[in-house]
């Protein structure tokens, strides 16, 4: 009985120390609908309130993992846009079925995986990249 009524307590003190953390100053973060699949067109959105810029890095033609041509203008493959909804970034791309690997890569610098997608693979280069499978 007294095990009982310790995991009942205990459970209990958890949801409100949960309820209170989310009302206070958002310690817990809500995620993102990423990557979301509609046709042919994926769009991926990340939370990170304070980058400069974000982009999608991912081994579809057109992509190879956001490395730009410089010398063609085009820097930043893969430049998300910053969505008015508290920092979310977000992008739509058409893809074909297949197999694909991607992470974001946060002002230039840092990579960061996707949240919402719990699928981690291997990205061919000593890392990790998440998995998107369009049947």
Known sequence: MRSTLRIGIGIGALVAALGAASSCGGLLERRVASPEV??????????SPS??????????????????????????????????????????????????RYRFLVNESMWLLDPDNPRIVDDGRGGKANLLILP
């Open 38 to 47: 509609s046709g042919d067109e994926v769009t991926f959105r990340v939370k």
């Open 51 to 100: 980058a400069r810029t974000v982009q999608i890095a991912g081994d579809w033609p057109g992509n190879n993992w956001g490395r730009g041509d410089a010398e063609a203008g085009e820097v930043l493959v893969g430049l998300m846009k910053a969505a008015a909804n508290g920092g979310v970034w977000e992008i739509t791309v058409r893809l074909d079925p297949g197999r694909y």
